[in-house]
């Protein structure tokens, strides 16, 4: 086989050898995060990102697979399945590929795939507002370039990945002299060793040596239940849940706002996301059958489901009324523990998506939340740093609502973030005003590394306690107590007023109390308060004020 060109098929099939590739592989590019907690689990981010990609390139029929349809099912499946900064930028890495391919017609060329990944690099340095060199970014452009440099007219498409991965791996050798906690740690990047894999695979999809059934991951098989749709079945108003994916008929999005007026009308827990070639619908109703009739003047119905919640065992909790009217303003909020999850809906939350460390929700996990709440003007709190590009992305592609994310980088600050909400100020200035209330507070956490490894200048040993301050480790040590005093010191508590602390869910509520007595004797002058997050990962999170 030349490779000289392909058709929509072989490039689904080295998509999906990508995915595949990755998804076996995402447990070595987790083990590459230089921070040694589960802080990121950048192989697994983009295991899920990419698993998206395979349920939407499933979408398309069998008998009409052509380049355009596969690469905006790519662009769009990455996009809605994006999770962790990870994710994010992969997403926009296949968005930039896939709007190069989608215009070349019936074939790929080994041209088009070199301007398709320069299409990648430029779609990826756009969406990061202050890019980091030593990252998939330096590795995704380096190699690009260098491909773009040496092409010839006599390259085939496998040419061209073998020179860009050759390329790809002399950059990723190179990260950890760009990064210092790289070179540090003795590891190269992480998420441009996941890019790398991806195209590996899809070398390995294109000659024929690698299977292109995508892995099913638990994660990427119960992501599209929408679980907090679902009501107690006593209480249920709607009973059919219904689902389609619409193929536009016009090659534009329809009107999203209209689908879900009318929607409206039949039903409830509305989602409607359109781009131009395609529209995911979701509505409960006891009418499925109007809402099909609807749909189908758009385009094509495909992977339609209905299913009966009356009839469903699953006893998941609403979280919004079903007969809620339309706020002015709403929030939704990440959580990462029940006791956390229950202090954020004594703060006015009206919508918690479990998330945080080792779970960052998706881009479609915030726009049905933003669906959900049913508000003119909706807060977004990430609530951790590696979620904050996928709550902007959604807030970008959210439609009938102003949407404006508070980047609250932990718990704390998200805490800290709703102490200063008030529902019916001007969203910008509330936004405004919640951002600013973030620099109040200093957060920390206590957990266990996971691993061996140099950080920051200290020697840390698998399964040793790990006091972090702002994102950054400060102590390293062995007993509990100790190491929270140490911590508390490098928070610079005695200039402080108030300490909180979160206990995670493997600490007993009279282990927390004893702390508690042992840290009032310790630090006088502060008041100290303590609850029940139980968080997992972090036994104890903590705020000081």
Same mark, same amino acid.
């Given at each position: 086989? !030349? +490779?000289?060109?392909?058709?929509?098929?072989?490039?689904?099939?080295?998509?999906?050898?990508?995915?595949?590739?990755?998804?076996?592989?995402?447990?070595?590019?987790?083990?590459?995060?230089?921070?040694?907690?589960? !802080?990121?689990?950048?192989?697994?981010?983009?295991?899920?990102?990419?698993?998206?990609?395979?349920?939407?390139?499933?979408?398309?029929?069998? !008998?009409?697979?052509?380049?355009?349809?596969?690469?905006?099912?790519?662009? /769009?499946?990455?996009?809605?399945?994006?999770?962790?900064?990870?994710?994010?930028?992969?997403?926009?890495?296949?968005?930039?590929?896939?709007?190069?391919?989608?215009?070349?017609?019936?074939?790929?060329?080994?041209?088009?795939?070199?301007?398709?990944?320069?299409?990648?690099?430029?779609?990826? /340095?756009?969406?990061?507002?202050?890019?980091?060199?030593?990252?998939?970014?330096?590795?995704?452009?380096?190699?690009?370039?260098?491909?773009?440099?040496?092409?010839?007219?006599?390259?085939?498409?496998?040419?061209?990945?073998?020179?860009?991965?050759?390329?790809?791996?002399?950059?990723?050798?190179?990260? &950890?002299?760009?990064?210092?906690?790289?070179?540090?740690?003795?590891?190269?990047?992480?998420?441009?060793?996941?890019?790398?894999?991806?195209?590996?695979?899809?070398?390995?999809?294109?000659?024929?040596?690698?299977?292109?059934?995508?892995?099913?991951?638990?994660?990427?098989?119960?992501?599209?239940?929408? &679980?907090?749709?679902?009501?107690?079945?006593?209480?249920?108003?709607?009973?059919?849940?219904?689902?389609?994916?619409?193929?536009?008929?016009?090659?534009?999005?329809?009107?999203?706002?209209?689908?879900?007026?009318?929607?409206?009308?039949?039903?409830?827990?509305?989602?409607?996301?359109?781009?131009?070639?395609?529209?995911?619908?979701?509505?409960?109703?006891? +009418?499925?059958?109007?809402?099909?009739?609807?749909?189908?003047?758009?385009?094509?119905?495909? !992977?339609?489901?209905?299913?009966?919640?009356? #009839?469903?065992?699953? +006893?998941? #909790?609403?979280?919004?009324?079903?007969?809620?009217?339309?706020?002015?303003?709403?929030?939704?909020?990440?959580?990462?523990?029940?006791?956390?999850?229950?202090?954020?809906?004594?703060?006015?939350?009206?919508?918690?998506?479990?998330?945080?460390?080792?779970? +960052?929700?998706?881009?479609?996990?915030?726009?049905?939340?933003?669906?959900?709440?049913? #508000?003119?003007?909706?807060?977004?709190?990430?609530?951790?740093?590696?979620?904050?590009?996928?709550?902007?992305?959604?807030?970008?592609?959210?439609?009938?609502?102003?949407?404006?994310?508070?980047?609250?980088?932990?718990?704390?600050?998200?805490?800290?973030?709703?102490?200063?909400?008030?529902?019916?100020?001007?969203?910008?200035?509330?936004?405004?005003?919640?951002?600013?209330?973030?620099?109040?507070?200093?957060?920390?956490?206590?957990?266990?590394?996971?691993?061996?490894?140099?950080?920051?200048?200290?020697?840390?040993?698998?399964?040793?306690?790990?006091?972090?301050?702002?994102?950054?480790?400060?102590?390293?040590?062995?007993?509990?107590?100790?190491?929270?005093?140490?911590?508390?010191?490098?928070?610079?508590?005695?200039?402080?007023?108030?300490?909180?602390?979160?206990?995670?869910?493997?600490?007993?509520?009279?282990?927390?109390?004893?702390?508690?007595?042992?840290?009032?004797?310790?630090?006088?002058?502060?008041?100290?308060?303590?609850?029940?997050?139980?968080?997992?990962?972090?036994?104890?999170?903590?705020?000081?004020?």
């Amino acid at each position: 086989m !030349d +490779n000289m060109q392909i058709n929509g098929i072989v490039l689904m099939d080295m998509i999906l050898a990508g995915v595949n590739k990755l998804n076996i592989e995402k447990a070595s590019i987790d083990s590459l995060n230089v921070f040694p907690v589960p !802080d990121g689990d950048t192989g697994t981010n983009m295991s899920l990102t990419l698993n998206s990609v395979a349920k939407f390139l499933g979408q398309i029929p069998k !008998d009409n697979i052509t380049v355009e349809k596969v690469a905006k099912q790519m662009s /769009y499946g990455a996009l809605m399945g994006a999770r962790g900064n990870s994710g994010v930028i992969l997403s926009q890495i296949l968005g930039g590929i896939g709007k190069v391919l989608e215009q070349k017609g019936d074939v790929v060329t080994p041209k088009d795939m070199v301007e398709g990944f320069a299409g990648g690099v430029e779609s990826a /340095y756009k969406a990061v507002v202050k890019p980091m060199e030593g990252t998939i970014l330096t590795v995704c452009r380096e190699a690009s370039a260098y491909l773009t440099e040496v092409y010839q007219e006599d390259y085939s498409i496998e040419q061209c990945l073998r020179v860009y991965l050759e390329e790809g791996y002399r950059s990723l050798n190179r990260t &950890p002299e760009m990064l210092p906690v790289l070179k540090q740690a003795g590891v190269v990047d992480a998420g441009a060793k996941g890019l790398l894999t991806i195209v590996e695979g899809m070398l390995a999809g294109l000659t024929g040596e690698i299977d292109v059934t995508a892995e099913k991951t638990q994660q990427e098989s119960n992501a599209n239940h929408y &679980p907090e749709f679902h009501v107690d079945t006593e209480n249920i108003v709607f009973q059919y849940c219904t689902e389609m994916i619409v193929h536009n008929r016009e090659k534009k999005p329809l009107d999203a706002e209209a689908a879900r007026e009318y929607l409206g009308h039949i039903g409830d827990c509305i989602l409607v996301v359109s781009t131009d070639e395609i529209t995911k619908v979701h509505v409960h109703t006891n +009418n499925p059958g109007q809402a099909l009739e609807y749909f189908c003047v758009f385009g094509d119905l495909n !992977d339609i489901k209905i299913e009966n919640m009356k #009839a469903q065992s699953q +006893n998941f #909790a609403p979280q919004v009324e079903e007969t809620q009217e339309r706020k002015a303003m709403a929030v939704v909020a990440v959580s990462a523990g029940e006791g956390l999850s229950e202090i954020f809906k004594g703060l006015q939350v009206d919508y918690l998506i479990t998330g945080g460390q080792t779970m +960052n929700p998706s881009t479609e996990e915030f726009l049905s939340a933003i669906e959900q709440v049913n #508000a003119d003007n909706v807060i977004l709190l990430p609530n951790n740093k590696n979620i904050i590009l996928a709550a902007e992305q959604a807030a970008k592609m959210a439609e009938g609502a102003a949407v404006r994310v508070v980047p609250s980088r932990s718990i704390p600050q998200g805490i800290a973030a709703m102490m200063a909400y008030n529902s019916e100020a001007d969203i910008n200035e509330l936004a405004e005003g919640m951002q600013e209330s973030l620099q109040m507070v200093k957060s920390g956490e206590v957990t266990y590394a996971v691993r061996d490894t140099m950080m920051e200048g200290l020697e840390i040993k698998e399964g040793q306690l790990l006091g972090i301050v702002e994102g950054k480790i400060a102590v390293v040590g062995d007993e509990m107590t100790d190491l929270i005093k140490q911590t508390l010191n490098a928070m610079e508590t005695a200039e402080k007023e108030l300490v909180t602390l979160y206990y995670g869910e493997d600490v007993q509520e009279e282990e927390a109390e004893e702390l508690l007595a042992v840290l009032e004797g310790e630090f006088p002058d502060q008041e100290f308060e303590i609850y029940a997050g139980k968080q997992a990962v972090y036994a104890y999170l903590i705020s000081v004020e």
